[in-house]
């Protein structure tokens, strides 16, 4: 069967402004023209620390992180319809899927929760109450979907299997905003998006992280000769907007230790920022400190150096990543 390309990926796609209003919440099944689910090609559950990214940035955001025990999403704001066939593809069902954990309740990181949760009745939401009533209160979507949620509180360390989750705050204009350190095995996940500066509470966490997905939205120079209203280009530079890929480099760069092995550049914009722009910034950074860098794959000559630096495709998956 044919894999999903991109063209028809982005017929499903629903455009979003930078985290914007202008699409209703979907809560009904919707349509889907994706293509069938395709046989397993790998058996993404029987290997160690799983990630792959099902889309990013203003469009859709979710990811899996898994474990041969189960996985949880990050975030759902890319349709079911995509992410369960993919998975299917690497060999996890959706009864692996053991819960969802929300970042902030802006619609292109929750849009389909409540479809995720009401098709695959076993999936619960852990989420702050306040991100909760954000949906609820932002969002047209049924409010049953409180029968799913599990309240979780940050900086408490609350488990989903065998992965330890500690939400921290972030700042940013979602009603409640966070981002996660995910431990499993001594290895730790650490996910920081949509943030229009690292405070030290999210400095803290990140700078622990061995595999860390860390927002990279806008190129400075892009934003700022681009065609956004200043109003607009104002609100992502903000405090409480999204981060700068020199910021984010340079972050990286001055926190680095030698068990930094991933970096998954998110959430970069479609108008102000390239996949090379981003990683070019990265880079740079990682290497004027002595620190080598691969580009993900696993070719020689790169899967030997300190760390990988991978920018998260906007509307398809990424590869199948096994980080540990
Ligand atoms: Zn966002
Ligand atoms: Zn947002």
Not at 4 to 23: A, H, L, M, P
Not at 300 to 314: K, M, S, T, Y
Request: glycine content about 8%.
């Amino acid at each position: 069967m044919k894999p999903i390309n991109q063209s028809q990926r982005q017929q499903n796609i629903i455009k979003f402004d930078e985290d914007g209003d202008d699409t209703p919440m979907m809560d009904s099944e919707g349509s889907s023209t994706v293509a069938p689910v395709a046989a397993s090609t790998t058996d993404g559950a029987s290997k160690g620390l799983c990630f792959i990214s099902f889309g990013s940035g203003s469009s859709g955001n979710c990811a899996y992180l898994g474990t041969p025990t189960g996985g949880i999403l990050i975030d759902a704001g890319i349709n079911p319809d995509v992410v369960l066939p993919e998975l299917a593809r690497n060999g996890i069902t959706p009864q692996h899927i053991k819960g969802i954990i929300l970042t902030h309740d802006h619609k292109d990181h929750v849009c389909y929760a409540y479809k995720l949760v009401r098709q695959n009745k076993h999936i619960r939401i852990y989420c702050t109450r306040r991100l909760l009533k954000g949906i609820l209160l932002k969002h047209k979507v049924s409010s049953r979907i409180e029968n799913y949620q599990i309240n979780i509180y940050k900086e408490i360390p609350f488990r989903i299997m065998d992965m330890e989750i500690t939400a921290f705050e972030t700042s940013h204009d979602g009603s409640d905003n966070m981002g996660f350190m995910i431990e499993w095995e001594g290895e730790r996940f650490v996910v920081g998006t949509d943030m229009g500066v690292i405070t030290p509470r999210a400095e803290y966490y990140m700078s622990m992280a061995d595999h860390l997905m860390i927002e990279s939205n806008y190129d400075s120079q892009m934003l700022e000769t681009g065609h956004y209203a200043e109003i607009l280009k104002d609100r992502v530079r903000g405090e409480q907007g999204h981060l700068d890929n020199v910021v984010a480099a340079q972050f990286v760069a001055s926190h680095y230790h030698p068990r930094l092995r991933h970096v998954f550049l998110c959430h970069l914009s479609n108008d102000n920022n390239t996949p090379e722009k981003a990683c070019d910034a990265m880079r740079h950074a990682l290497e004027a400190q002595g620190i080598s860098v691969g580009d993900g794959s696993n070719r020689v000559g790169e899967r030997d150096c300190d760390v990988q630096v991978f920018a998260l495709p906007r509307y398809v998956s990424s590869p199948w990543f096994v980080l540990a």
